[in-house]
Structure formats: structure tokens, C-alpha cells
């Protein structure tokens, strides 16, 4: 298995609280990514990362940020939680070659209350 | 901008017969790469199946093959004599060689009943 993992893995916070995903490897990849998913949507890229402070958004990154001070750690805050970001988020990374397959984590389950 | 295009219903399809799920695209690139993922109900996404753009046969993996039309931009998964545990959500995914990024469809719903 591909050394990637998500922590936590499901998060209750209420609306307004800063909120703080980690995304953890392994494996030296290059680009890193985080999707939410959601029903009838499928993944939505938030942010993306092709490099240590190398990142840039996504299609539905209001009201999200995210860094990358190290290959290993790529970080999604929610600055202020809302309702609207209750969702399953999960990190993907993947290697240089445009052939490499992305490895997906557990995912994070969230809900904003 | 990358599009990836899943409009298919829920399907349901019967044990042992086949299924294709339709995948459309839309890229101004001329070298990118097409991804099909797994996701069972218990959430994990699972890699099935690539293609390259220049790649002049179908890719096939198993039970898996990629019917890839590159004139009409479409990129369909074929799955081969479906067993109950294709049950699952699939799902399309591209990325194109000056874009970093990976985008997916919405996603095709397969029920296998025996």
C-alpha cells in the first residue's frame, strides 16, 4: 500500500472554528492533492500542490487554504468552518510521470454543526 | 480548463455480463493521461486503469479494458463479465502534461445482481 495517510479521520466541529486536515507520505511524491467529495458531485479538486510551497487552487477552493512546508505534509485549513464544507475530503498524491497512478488516503470525514 | 464528463444513471447490471461506463473529455492538450478509479461502498478509491494519450492500443487490465476514442474525446471502461463485487462507484479521471492538476467526473453507479 502506498504510504499516505489522512489524519483525523472523521472530525465533529462546530461553525466558525478553524479547522486543520493533515495529509501524510511516504512515498516522495511530487504533487499532492485534496478533493471533497460530496453527492451527485463526485471529487472536486480544492487545492493541489506540485511542490514544497508550490500550490494553487482548485475548482472550489473559497474559503479554504492550504500549505506545504515539507514534501512529506500537505495541510487544508478551513479558516471558518460552515455547513456547507460537511464533506468526506480526501488527500491524493502522485508521482512525476504523467502515466503514475495517484494514491488516494482513507479519506476525512467532516461535519460542521 | 479540464472537463471529465460522467451523465450515465445508476446502472444495474447482471452477474456475469458485461458493462460500459461512457467518460468524456474536454482538453486543449495534446499529451494527458486518462485514470479510471474504483470507490466500494466502504470508501477507499482504488486504481483500475490508465491510457495515454499517444498510446495506439486500448489499455486492459484483467476484467478491465478502455475502449479510448481520442477524435471524439471519449474514454469508456468496459468491464468484462461483472461479479457482485463490482458494485461500487466509478469513477474517470485526467490529467494533462502542461497541467498539474488530476480532475474527475462526477462518478457512474454499477449494482450487480445476481
Known amino acids: 500500500d502506498a504510504g499516505i495517510t489522512q489524519s483525523p479521520r472523521h472530525k465533529v466541529t462546530e461553525t466558525g472554528t478553524p479547522v486543520t486536515l493533515r495529509c501524510h507520505q511516504t512515498?516522495?511524491?511530487?504533487?499532492m492533492y485534496w478533493y471533497r467529495q460530496d453527492p451527485g458531485h463526485g471529487l472536486r479538486l480544492i487545492h493541489y500542490?506540485?511542490?514544497?510551497?508550490?500550490?494553487d487552487k482548485g475548482e472550489v477552493s473559497d474559503g479554504y487554504s492550504v500549505s506545504r512546508s515539507k514534501t512529506e505534509d500537505f495541510l487544508l485549513t478551513l479558516e471558518s468552518a460552515t455547513s456547507s464544507q460537511t464533506s468526506v475530503y480526501f488527500c491524493?498524491?502522485?508521482?512525476?510521470?504523467?502515466?503514475?497512478?495517484?494514491?488516494f488516503g482513507q479519506g476525512t470525514r467532516l461535519t460542521v454543526v | 480548463a479540464q472537463k471529465i464528463t460522467q451523465t450515465q444513471p445508476g446502472m444495474f447490471v447482471q452477474e456475469k455480463e458485461a458493462v460500459t461506463l461512457d467518460c468524456t473529455y474536454d482538453?486543449?492538450?495534446?499529451?494527458?493521461?486518462l485514470f479510471w478509479y474504483k470507490q466500494p461502498s466502504s470508501g477507499e478509491m482504488i486504481f483500475l486503469i490508465y491510457?495515454?494519450?499517444?498510446?495506439?492500443q486500448n489499455a486492459t487490465e484483467g476484467r478491465y479494458s478502455l475502449n479510448f476514442q481520442k477524435a471524439r474525446k471519449s474514454a469508456n471502461l468496459v468491464i468484462s463479465a461483472s461479479q457482485l463485487g463490482d458494485s461500487a462507484m466509478y469513477f474517470c479521471?485526467?490529467?494533462?502534461?502542461?497541467?498539474?492538476?488530476?480532475?474527475f467526473g462526477k462518478g457512474n453507479q454499477v449494482v450487480v445482481i445476481p
Open positions: 491524493a498524491i502522485k508521482g512525476t510521470g504523467l502515466n503514475t497512478e495517484a494514491f
Open positions: 512515498e516522495n511524491h511530487r504533487y
Open positions: 500542490s506540485y511542490g514544497v510551497k508550490d500550490t
Open positions: 482538453t486543449s492538450d495534446q499529451s494527458y493521461g
Open positions: 491510457q495515454g494519450s499517444y498510446d495506439e
Open positions: 479521471a485526467m490529467r494533462s502534461y502542461g497541467n498539474n492538476r488530476l480532475a
